[in-house]
């Protein structure tokens, strides 16, 4: 099997605030529909297996196992079978086809020129992966480049998928010298100059524990000490690092600021692209963005989602409200049955007949 990691906190591009306006629905009848953009339609009137939904597209499994596509108001096969391993980013989808990874680009299925069990880690906007001559190369804006290579007679133990990771844009990578480096928009910086404990990427930033157990961050050109022990939890986002210290302490970075918040036994729900949000000690729930902490509720919400930097829980009624477009909503008045999101597209289904679909501030209704 090929060994595909894809990192998916961390996106944060410019232009995706007006992209991912789609979702699905299958109705009591087996239909499938899809919301595009505030437009509804129906799509395949048998029964779908399995969906999977990309920045515009989406494709899915029909009960007779063909591999279909969607995307701009056209429906295509593109295979007989369902292919063994599919994952989308925002920008990107790949997709394990005739035992090789292949990239979508203008709805067609590409070769990245692998060979079977190579690893490859894809964002947004960059996929990052070893050739088949053992040489690291990245992906993006269309065009493959070498990094380094090989890395065949290196000391670096078997699994070398651990040697290189990706945010939305960014690349970290141990050289053939084992050093760590950052590489952001073609620019390349050496970061430590030996192995580290752990590494985790955001947005030209990264953050790792180094040997002595210290968490370092660099971000955009400078590296500052955050903790100088071993810490218990590290996320992070686009710009952000979130993390809980060896005593349980909650902190936050964010452009060079650290923030403590005095809390102890945190549960955190969500930290992805530019948010965080918690559950303190007194049950309290928490919405974090850009350096700006907020109490939503008094209570913990018993299902927390979020993308594209909108925030969607259930209250305590089973009512379900959030962060959207950084305004408070009430998505429904009704009690949901379940809900997910779609980046724009929040779907929620209130019974085994009704689907609502918030997007943009409108509610449409499938199953009416």
């Excluded at 050093?179 to 030209?204: A, H, P, Q, S």
């Amino acid at each position: 099997m090929i060994r595909i990691v894809l990192f998916f906190i961390l996106s944060g591009l410019a232009f995706q605030s007006s992209s991912q306006n789609i979702g699905f629905y299958n109705d009591p009848q087996n239909h499938f529909f899809v919301f595009d953009n505030g437009i509804t339609k129906q799509i395949d009137h048998r029964r779908v297996v399995r969906t999977v939904v990309g920045k515009d597209y989406l494709f899915y499994e029909n009960e007779q196992g063909d591999f279909m596509f969607y995307q701009n108001g056209e429906t295509s096969r593109i295979l007989g079978y369902y292919p063994s391993y599919l994952a989308t980013t925002r920008n990107f989808a790949i997709a394990e086809i005739g035992g090789l990874p292949h990239y979508l680009d203008n709805g067609t299925f590409k070769n990245l020129t692998l060979e079977n069990n190579m690893p490859i880690a894809a964002g947004d906007s960059i996929i990052a992966f070893i050739a088949y001559d053992d040489y690291l190369n990245v992906y993006e804006n269309g065009k493959k480049k070498e990094i380094t290579g090989p890395y065949l007679n290196t000391t670096f133990n078997d699994d070398i998928g651990d040697f290189f990771k990706v945010s939305s844009n960014t690349l970290a990578y141990y050289d053939l010298e084992e050093k760590l480096n950052l590489l952001y928009k073609g620019k390349n910086t050496e970061i430590e100059n030996r192995f580290v404990n752990n590494f985790w990427v955001g947005d030209n930033l990264i953050t790792y524990v180094n040997d002595f157990d210290e968490l370092i961050v660099y971000d955009n050109g400078s590296s500052q000490t955050l903790e100088d022990r071993l810490p218990l939890k590290v996320m992070v986002g686009n710009k952000f690092v979130a993390y809980l210290n060896d005593e349980e302490e909650f902190y936050t970075y964010y452009e060079g600021l650290t923030e403590e918040y005095d809390l102890n036994t945190v549960d955190i729900r969500v930290a992805k692209d530019d948010i965080v949000a918690w559950v303190d000690a007194n049950n309290d729930f928490y919405y974090w963005k850009n350096g700006e902490a907020e109490k939503l509720e008094n209570f913990a919400p018993k299902f927390v989602k979020a993308d594209l930097n909108h925030l969607i829980y259930t209250d305590i009624n089973g009512r379900l409200k959030g962060i959207y477009d950084n305004k408070k909503v009430n998505i429904t008045d009704q009690i949901v049955r379940s809900f997910d999101i779609y980046g724009n597209v929040i779907l929620y289904t209130i019974d085994d007949r009704n689907t609502g679909v918030y997007w943009k501030g409108n509610t449409y209704w499938f199953g009416i």
